[in-house]
């Protein structure tokens, strides 16, 4: 690595302590780089981190906070360590998993797993974040979708309010209703179909992947980031992690073909662990607009005592995330708190209108994954016209 940065998203002596200790969660929001001659990734991969592949190359760097910095891009694991003289030399699946997600078992007939005494740890959890959040000192905006997640991140931070979404965007209108019984203003960042195409190729390129969802989901946060970045801030505050910590997702209660768990417990564990592939998009597609990405409710501490909550404080077929919402409720309106809401690509109407693209370019739904190849497309022609520019 030949930047002058080496480590990100925490001070080298709190790693070196977590490094001593094996403890997964030492106080961070994640951190990713080098520590003395050794190659870290926090437990839930918050922080992206690249190895180059197989080959690797003669003068380009071993390994990158971004994959576009390499030929051959391969994300080093979460929780993993590895001694940078063993670059190149050890396959990926080799690498030493130093820092594993804990499993507590939550007893409710005691004290410190009473429910109440979970919702205040919780509680101060999320406190704690906030505050760290506020005390960095950067000019920060929420990405404010009017769901209970980013609504109380944007409570406890005071900052202002954005929301991004086509004409008439489930998520525009529901934003607008949260801020007003908020007492909030709210900034509307409203797209047209020429949005998507010009924002697609940089975020494949931030982001290093090109398949349809992926990209679905980063176009909202980085086309609400340049909106954000352009009103001068320097911070996007998100509310990501919020479904996968406390149990947001239906799936976790029906127990479909969707899960492998066979509790509601388990599942919600499943969603934690696939946050590690999830969040270096979600990153990357902040960063690219030039900005930094904060998420308080992915804050070790927060984590820590998501994973403590008792089952009755997870979900079930009337309350998904109730232990979460009953904090909120704490903050915000019960209207806000106890909302739900379309996942991002949905509710802003992104994935229906790049579908459309795609088709009205002749890449139709008969097709196989047709708008992974439109976004292909959208890529190799930037590419294209760039380097006609060169020349």
Do not use: C
């Amino acid at each position: 690595m030949t930047a002058s940065e080496t480590l990100r998203g925490a001070d080298a002596d709190v790693v070196r302590r977590a490094l001593e200790s094996g403890d997964p969660f030492p106080g961070t929001a994640g951190f990713a780089g080098d520590v003395d001659g050794l190659l870290v990734r926090d437990v839930l991969g918050r922080e992206p981190l690249f190895l180059e592949g197989a080959g690797g190359t003669e003068n380009g760097p071993e390994w990158a906070f971004e994959p576009a910095a390499l030929e051959d891009p391969v994300p080093f694991p979460a929780g993993g360590v590895l001694e940078t003289t063993d670059l190149g030399d050890t396959p990926i699946e080799g690498v030493d998993d130093h820092w594993t997600l804990p499993d507590p078992e939550p007893d409710t007939d005691t004290d410190t797993d009473d429910p109440e005494a979970a919702l205040e740890a919780l509680e101060d959890a999320i406190r704690r974040a906030a505050d760290e959040a506020l005390a960095s000192d950067r000019e920060i905006a929420v990405a404010f979708s009017g769901g209970v997640d980013s609504a109380l991140v944007a409570e406890l931070l005071d900052a202002p309010l954005y929301v991004v979404g086509f004409p008439n965007s489930h998520d525009v209108e529901a934003a607008r209703t949260a801020a007003e019984a908020m007492g909030r203003e709210l900034t509307v960042v409203e797209l047209e179909p020429a949005d998507l195409e010009r924002a697609v190729p940089e975020i494949a390129r931030a982001t290093g992947r090109t398949n349809a969802m992926d990209v679905q989901i980063a176009l909202p946060l980085y086309l609400v980031g340049e909106r954000v970045a352009a009103d001068g801030f320097d911070a996007l505050a998100v509310g990501q992690g919020a479904d996968e910590l406390f149990g947001g997702y239906e799936k976790v209660v029906r127990l479909d073909h969707r899960v492998e768990a066979e509790t509601t417990r388990g599942a919600v564990r499943e969603q934690i662990r696939s946050l590690p592939d999830q969040l270096p998009r979600d990153v990357l597609a902040i960063r690219a607009t030039g900005l930094e990405p904060v998420a308080p409710l992915l804050h070790d501490a927060v984590v820590d005592a998501a994973l403590g909550l008792p089952d009755e404080l997870l979900a079930d077929e009337e309350t998904r995330k109730r232990g979460f919402r009953r904090v909120a409720t704490r903050y915000l309106p019960d209207e806000v708190a106890e909302r739900d809401k379309k996942a991002v690509q949905y509710g802003s109407l992104v994935a229906r209108e790049l579908d459309r693209l795609a088709r009205q370019a002749g890449y139709k739904r008969r097709m196989d994954d047709h708008v992974t190849k439109y976004v292909a497309s959208l890529l190799e022609d930037s590419d294209d016209t760039a380097t006609a520019g060169e020349t």
